[in-house]
């Protein structure tokens, strides 16, 4: 399946890219959080994403695989997610206006906004 082209959703339009990836590639079903977050608040968002870390493991950098999450901080807080496409690279929407694109988290741009990278516990 392309992912590339979707355009971004709200509420969070890069949560909910990980939900639809994670249901058709995996066939797990990721709480979507529509009804928690209005609009776009990313401190919002980030704690969301805190509280959802439970269902994930963290994995050492260089171990990343498919389909793992790639947490990012935006404006200093772990606020945007990805998913790991692999060879560097990361799905992922930014925000309104731009639709989802593969790009490497490695480039500067990325990497030094890589809070960590997760694997979902029904994929450990």
């Known amino acids: 399946m392309d992912w590339t082209g979707r355009p971004w ?4 339009g890069c949560w909910r890219l990980l939900c639809a990836f994670y249901l058709a590639e995996f066939g797990i079903a990721l709480p979507t959080y529509d009804d928690q977050v209005p609009g776009d608040d ?4 980030a704690a969301l994403i805190a509280d959802e870390l439970g269902a994930w493991r963290e994995v050492p950098r260089g171990a990343e695989r498919y389909g793992d999450g790639v947490l990012l901080r935006i404006a200093g807080a772990p606020a945007h997610i990805g998913v790991v496409m692999g060879r560097g690279r990361m799905l992922h929407v930014l925000m309104d206006g731009h639709d989802s694109c593969v790009e490497s988290y490695r480039v500067p741009k990325w990497a030094r906004r890589v809070e960590g990278f997760y694997r979902h516990r029904d994929l450990a």
């Not at 959703?9 to 969070?12: G, S």
């Not at 990313?42 to 968002?45: E, I, K, P, S, V």
């Open 9 to 12: 959703q709200r509420p969070h």
């Open 42 to 45: 990313g401190a919002q968002l």
